[in-house]
């Protein structure tokens, strides 16, 4: 997790923030979106039972719509499956 935040370009300020039962990090807090949406820019990241998770939203939305989206995020990590493509036939 610490890799991951160091990598990205933190831009407003870093936020810890529940998702689905745990703590996540929140480095992109109301940005300007880079992207053809615009508006506002917000990223978390999270790791779940050894899996990363990352949540990125663009647009014309805001910091409690964000947070809103957060709540309604459940994991279940028990459930995945990993697959390795090099061994798909």
Wanted: charged share 15%.
């Amino acid at each position: 997790m610490d890799d991951y935040i160091k990598s990205s370009m933190p831009c407003g300020t870093e936020e810890q923030v529940p998702v689905g039962g745990q703590t996540g990090t929140v480095d992109l807090n109301d940005c300007p979106g880079q992207g053809r949406l615009g508006g506002r820019v917000y990223d978390l990241a999270v790791v779940v039972g050894g899996r990363g998770y990352n949540f990125t939203m663009e647009g014309q939305v805001d910091h409690t719509f964000w947070l809103a989206m957060l709540a309604t995020v459940t994991f279940t990590p028990q459930s995945a499956t990993d697959a390795n493509p090099a061994s798909s036939p």
